[in-house]
Every structure is written in C-alpha cells, then in structure tokens.
C-alpha cells in the first residue's frame, strides 16, 4: 500500500521560514518523480516545484529564488524549503509522487496547511 505523508507546516509570519517534509512508502521512490503542488481558497491547485529522478529542479514563477526542493533518496523523502514567505504563500499544500513510466502510479498526500500572517 502506498502512503505520501507531508508534514512541517503551520503558522509563520511574513519573511518567515518553513520546510515541508513528504515521507512516501510502498513505492520505489527513486522511479518517481516528486512535487510540491499548491491550493489556496477559491484558487486552482497549481505547481509549486518538481524534482526528477536526477535531481533536476522545476519551480513556479511565484516561487522562484525563494523555494528550494530537495530530495533523499535513501529515506524516501522531499523536502521544500521556504524562505521569504509572503501571504499569498498561503495554502495547503501537497506532496505528489509521479511515476516516470507508468501514468497511473501517481500518489497525492493528503495536504499540509500552510499559512504565513503577522
């Protein structure tokens, strides 16, 4: 069975930090794909950063220069480090695991809030 847990979110004030952490099992994690995807109230889900298989990164424009995602292969984690966080950062947000061959292995965490205000 298999599981995409985030964690680390929470309440930060503007100009603030905050590092998500998605655990995945029950997958080979090094085949997969991993990304952080968004969701504000009343807004669409959109891409916040991806990671490939070698390590090559993909941002959203909202989100460059202050976002970093990483990934550990060996513990079967990504990580998005947030820096300079500003309001409109303000959402869930979700952990995707994307097989690289196989279309229907695509796993969704089930979200961690984030919420940055003073």
């Known amino acids: 069975q298999v599981h995409v847990v985030e964690s680390g979110g929470g309440l930060v004030q503007p100009g603030g930090s905050l590092r998500l952490s998605c655990a995945a099992s029950?997958?080979?994690?090094?085949?997969?794909?991993m990304g952080w995807y968004r969701q504000a109230p009343g807004k669409q889900r959109e891409l916040v950063a991806q990671?490939?298989?070698?390590?090559?990164?993909n941002y959203g424009d909202s989100v460059k220069g202050r976002f970093t995602i990483s990934r550990d292969n060996a513990k079967n984690t990504v990580y998005l480090q947030m820096n300079g966080l500003k309001p409109e950062d303000t959402a869930v947000y979700y952990c995707?695991?994307?097989?690289?061959?196989?279309?229907?292995?695509?796993?969704w965490g089930q979200g961690t809030q984030v919420t940055v205000s003073s």
């Open positions: 990671i490939t298989l070698t390590a090559t990164t």
């Open positions: 029950g997958i080979v994690f090094a085949a997969y794909a």
């Open positions: 995707n695991a994307a097989h690289t061959a196989v279309r229907s292995r695509d796993y």
